[in-house]
């Protein structure tokens, strides 16, 4: 029992420090630097929501494979498009396609309610789970078509595809609020993917290209 006791210790003690290097040696050099999501990611354990055989890797800075959602993005990546939103704590957020809640999980501390829409039932059922683990109650799991969105809860001052997409549906866009943001990877071709930030202003929207990433395109959001 000792010794199982102390492996556990060393487990939370490197994982610990692979957080705190994941801060400084990744997201910071990367631009990220809002105080409140730099706690974020410190606090909230990546390790949990990946299997078993990748928890060792879980701060690495490239991408990990899910077996249903089939990748995980790196935490620089992930850090920085989130910088793009209004994180003071009182906004609503909807991410599309975001796995078991990684990133649900580190906007809960920064929006006052965060939905998560996923296809697959088993997926909804982990993020509950990892919810409940964590203690975090304002963020909701939701089953439904990525394409649609979430309409029924909208309209949302953040959105977060999470993942490349080679077109998104107005029904998404027409569910940013005015003065929200809507954050993705847009696909030119093959090889060349730009992190985005859509805001919606009265009258249209202002684009800014964030920087450039080679993530895969969500099927939810491919051009057939």
């Known amino acids: 029992m000792d010794n199982l006791k102390k492996i556990t210790?060393?487990?939370?003690?490197?994982?610990?420090?692979?957080?705190?290097?994941?801060?400084?040696?990744?997201?910071?050099?990367?631009?990220?630097?809002?105080?409140?999501l730099l706690k974020a990611f410190l606090a909230i354990p990546r390790e949990m929501f990946l299997e078993e055989p990748d928890r060792q890797i879980a701060y690495a800075e490239f991408l990990k494979t899910s077996p249903l959602r089939g990748f995980f993005l790196p935490p620089h990546f992930l850090g920085r498009l989130l910088q793009e939103a209004t994180l003071d704590g009182q906004g609503k957020a909807l991410i599309i396609g975001g796995g078991e809640g990684y990133s649900a999980a580190i906007l809960s501390s920064l929006m006052s309610i965060v939905f998560l829409l996923e296809t697959h039932q088993h997926l909804i059922m982990r993020a509950e789970t990892h919810m409940k683990t964590l203690g975090i109650d304002n963020v909701f799991p939701v089953a439904g078509c990525l394409e649609q969105g979430l309409p029924g809860n909208a309209s949302y001052d953040l959105i977060l595809i999470e993942g490349a997409v080679e077109e998104i549906p107005t029904a998404v866009l027409n569910q940013v609020a005015i003065g929200g943001v809507l954050l993705t990877f847009l696909r030119h071709h093959a090889t060349v993917k730009e992190a985005v930030s859509l805001r919606r202003v009265k009258g249209g929207w202002k684009e800014k290209i964030i920087f450039q990433g080679n993530v895969p395109v969500l099927q939810a959001f491919a051009v057939e």
Do not use: C, K, T
């Open 9 to 36: 210790f060393l487990e939370e003690d490197y994982f610990e420090i692979a957080r705190e290097s994941m801060v400084s040696a990744q997201l910071i050099p990367f631009g990220v630097n809002h105080p409140g």
